[in-house]
């Protein structure tokens, strides 16, 4: 099909987000009240900090403050993969925290299974599938990369299968694919829009006070407490923990170490039953191909496929607009590539497009801090792959505003920073050159250029 075509009728909203079962939002904050702990954000982050801040204490009193609407970005608009790494990636982990690997993969799969017990133990329905994910070589260099992967995954003794082009096109039938290699216990697909209103439920339920619509525009510091002030109300309280993400932070330190790249996605229509068989996928899995710009995609509960990535634009200047969840170019090069992959689904045509900002750092992924005299916290950077890893964040913000050493705290993952980006008017023209430079190793066969070598050797390898 046309992919101007395929496109034509498809609905500028994420899809996640355009559910009937989207509840009503709750009171904006007014007046003056105190808390003994306020959590700034009504994405994962903010959601994972606040119902385990009351399991962990039922007596704490809590609020949450959201700017707009509980998981309407990044939470409500990601591709549902709720994966076990905490180091975006095991390749990324073990380039950065080699010392460290064994044991952010395990504590990694142990929040995994936090995950999938708190979802049982508050009746949370998101849709939650434990298939893994497929990674896909579609170039032969990156054929090699999955081999090289696979060594190390063995030797750390993690359950990833690999997969040859048959065994690979059993499992989900494209003729791009070369390899694979299936990561059979690391990942879950979710509804990540169903999981955040079900955090929200949750919360509730146990006491904390949610105030949607009330964004959170100044911090004030006594010496005792913390003010949060919103439009029409302000909280005092002992302690804050931020999970705003790429937003502009109250702490202005934060703005050195995070930018914003927006990602986009595609939604098809449901697929029939023919359709789905033309492309087997009877284990549901997740899929990433190898390349440094990369697709990832999965199914939904009712058979539709999500297709996202490839594109990670950065605006120059590192502006948030609403302007930029809408890329035409980037959905077309989507579709395009989505049927190239899959020509059997010739006359699949789509039904949502949608973009949005991710908060990105060098290290690729989430890093962690205190203010404050330690009475403030946060955790941001996390560059995608958050849906699950915002949950061990939220873990380690709570061990740092309680003060005590844990397993967490001792990670020189959570101790360090990562490399700041250069002020503007540096700044874009770094990032673009860099941006070029990725495509371009796909182009020849993932050799990366003198400036891609430089960043590697800095231990600020990029890739999309």
Known sequence: ?????????????????????????????????????????????????????????PSLDVVLLEGRRIGWAATGRNGGFCMATLTHGLANGLERWPEEIERLERM?????????????????????????????ATEP?????????????????LDYQPLDREQVRAQIDSPTYLAGLWDRKGCAMLDPARLAWGLREACLRLGV?????????????????????????????????????????????????????????????????????????????GVGDGGNQFHYYRLTDDNRILWGGWDAVYYNGGLVRPEYEQRDETFVKLAEHFYDTFPQLGDVSFTHRWGGVIDTCSRFSAFYGRAHGGRLVYATGYTGMGVGATRFGANVMLDLLSGERTERTELRMVKEKPFPFPPEPVRSPVIQFTRWSIAQADEHQGKRNLWLRALDRMGLGFDS
């Open 209 to 285: 006070r949610v105030h949607e619509r009330s964004p959170v525009r100044a911090l004030h510091d006594d010496g005792t407490l913390l003010t949060l002030r919103t439009p029409h109300g302000e909280v005092a309280a002992r302690r804050v923990a931020l999970g705003t993400g790429v937003f502009p932070p109250l702490l202005r330190r934060l703005r050195h170490y995070v930018v914003p790249v927006y990602d986009y996605a595609l939604m098809t229509e449901p697929l029939s039953a023919d359709e789905l068989a033309s492309v087997g996928w009877r284990n549901r899995q």
């Open 141 to 157: 260099w990156q054929v090699e990369a999955l081999a090289e992967q696979h060594a190390i995954t063995s030797e750390l003794g």
């Open 1 to 57: 099909m046309d992919p101007l075509k395929a496109l034509a009728d498809a609905e500028r909203k994420p899809y996640w987000l355009d559910s009937p079962a989207r509840p009503e939002p709750q009171e904006r904050l007014t007046g003056k009240t105190v808390a003994d702990l306020a959590v700034v954000g009504g994405g994962f982050s903010g959601l994972w900090t606040a119902l385990m801040a009351k399991e962990r204490d």
């Open 108 to 136: 990694g799969v142990e929040n995994l299974d936090e995950i999938e017990e708190t979802l049982r133990r508050h009746g949370i329905d998101c849709s939650f599938e434990r298939t893994g994910e497929v990674q896909v």
